[in-house]
């Protein structure tokens, strides 16, 4: 059995997140023979809900006011609201959602090969920064937005198209008032790590949830 008690802080801060993090990481790394079907079937019960959704495209400011970055994440992942245009053209989707966490699930294809004839790094790395930034999202309040500062990928091994799934789970180790951190990984349902990162949020007030003389 693979385990990652080195891929986490053992801060004393951070015991409880870990353990679940760990345990988290330890389902996907060491996989139930029907992992892949089970994957496929939640793909397809997103797909029906973002189908029969909003679409994709950008949510309104009406349409998130008063949310909690949560509540907006949920509301992308139920249809409520739409769903960002890039997980049409690079061909993953959110799949699960929650306080600190986002696994987003992507299919190689042949669109995304390099030269050489495997998945492009910057195919990798948006899956990725994709989970990491949903993460953090989910922690914001109403009103409070947030920009990538910085992003960090390490690719472990190649992705073809014979690998017919990957997700992407992103997990937030820091939220403050003005920064974030959060750490993925990208693996398949074989138990094979592909790739990890880790990245750095600016955390803000939103501009139209500012109050005059701010």
């Not at 299919?107 to 930034?133: E, I």
């Not at 992705?159 to 992103?170: F, H, N």
């Not at 990245?199 to 701010?214: E, H, I, Q, W, Y």
Request: charged share 15%; aromatic share 6%.
């Amino acid at each position: 059995m693979l385990r990652f008690e080195g891929f986490i802080s053992q801060t004393a801060n951070h015991k409880a997140h870990n353990k679940k993090l760990i345990h988290d990481l330890d389902k996907y790394m060491n996989p139930q023979p029907d992992l892949l079907e089970s994957w496929l079937a939640q793909e397809r019960s997103a797909r029906q809900r973002l189908d029969a959704g909003a679409g994709p495209g950008v949510a309104t400011p009406e349409q998130t006011a008063g949310k909690t970055g949560l509540e907006v994440m949920q509301g992308l992942l139920s249809g409520e609201l739409p769903y960002a245009s890039i997980a049409q053209t690079m061909d993953f989707m959110l799949i699960e959602v929650s306080l600190g966490e986002a696994i987003f699930q992507g299919t190689p294809g042949n669109q995304h090969l390099n030269p050489l004839g495997t998945v492009h790094g910057g195919w990798f790395a948006t899956l990725l920064d994709s989970a990491l930034g949903c993460a953090v999202h989910t922690m914001m309040p109403p009103g409070r937005g947030y920009t990538t500062a910085d992003l960090s990928v390490k690719l472990v091994r190649a992705i073809t198209p014979k690998v017919q799934r990957v997700r992407a789970i992103g997990k937030v180790l820091h939220c403050g008032r003005q920064l974030a951190t959060a750490e993925a990984q990208l693996v398949g349902p074989d138990g094979k790590l592909y790739a990890h990162a880790n990245s750095a949020c600016l955390v803000f007030d939103m501009p139209s949830f500012k109050t005059s003389g701010n």
